[in-house]
């Protein structure tokens, strides 16, 4: 079965420093992942997807994030962080054989001045 | 403007009482689903549908019920038989192809008195 692993529950970066947020997934074929977005008591947004072709996606807001399969991974990163960039961060990968996705735990990020 | 509403934003549920969350959607999209959220634990699926008429249960069905008489609308009943409710609840809708991004509504918070 598929499973997505964010290990870090909470992540602290100062104003302008890089972030990357870390992501792990188990999954048989080539996945399609996801990374979504949630500032407090709201819903998700799409930062970004990979469905197939460029391991090197582009999102919104700054957002990348890069697939790497021989780690299993889709590491979210951004060079400079504003302090509107505080949320929690998850990662999902869709069942390619269904209509379901299975998300993270999220990443709680949280931005010093 | 298209996109998800949720009503209420909260909601208090007394012991033995089921109650129902409302979710509408505008984009036109088929796929509609429902999600629980608990804090450090991510988005567990509770229903989804991908068409009119039809819905397949999640991982946490237990305790809920829904129904999908019109494409735009999928409302979901929280019933007495689910014993743990508090939670903050997300719908989404997709295109309902597979793998598709979702979209998420505002959410609602469900209390027990």
């Known amino acids: 079965a598929q499973s997505v692993t964010q290990p870090d529950i909470h992540i602290t970066v100062s104003e302008g420093a890089s972030l990357e947020l870390r992501c792990n997934y188990s999954y048989g074929a080539t996945p399609y992942l996801f990374w979504y977005v949630q500032s407090p008591g709201q819903g998700l947004q799409l930062l970004l997807k990979y469905f197939s072709g460029d391991t090197l996606v582009q999102g919104i807001k700054g957002f990348e994030a890069e697939f790497k399969r021989s780690q299993s991974s889709f590491n979210l990163r951004k060079p400079s962080v504003h302090w509107s960039d505080a949320a929690e961060y998850f990662c999902?990968?869709?069942?390619?054989?269904?209509?379901?996705?299975?998300f993270g735990a999220g990443t709680r990020l949280f931005v010093k001045a | 403007d298209g996109g998800i509403t949720q009503s209420p934003k909260y909601l208090f549920r007394k012991e033995g009482q089921n109650v129902t969350l409302s979710c509408e959607q505008n984009?036109?999209?088929?796929?509609m689903y429902w999600y629980r959220q608990d804090p450090g634990q991510g988005l567990r699926l509770i229903y989804y549908s991908q068409i009119v008429n039809d819905f397949q249960k999640g991982d946490i069905a237990e305790g809920y019920s829904v129904s999908r008489e019109k494409k735009e609308s999928f409302p979901l009943t929280v019933t007495s038989a689910q014993k743990n409710p508090t939670a903050f609840y997300l719908c989404?809708?997709?295109?309902?192809?597979?793998?598709?991004?979702?979209?998420f509504g505002p959410g609602t918070r469900l209390l027990v008195l």
């Open positions: 999902a990968v869709a069942d390619t054989g269904g209509f379901k996705t299975i």
């Open positions: 989404a809708s997709s295109m309902g192809q597979l793998a598709e991004t979702q979209y």
């Open positions: 984009l036109n999209h088929d796929a």
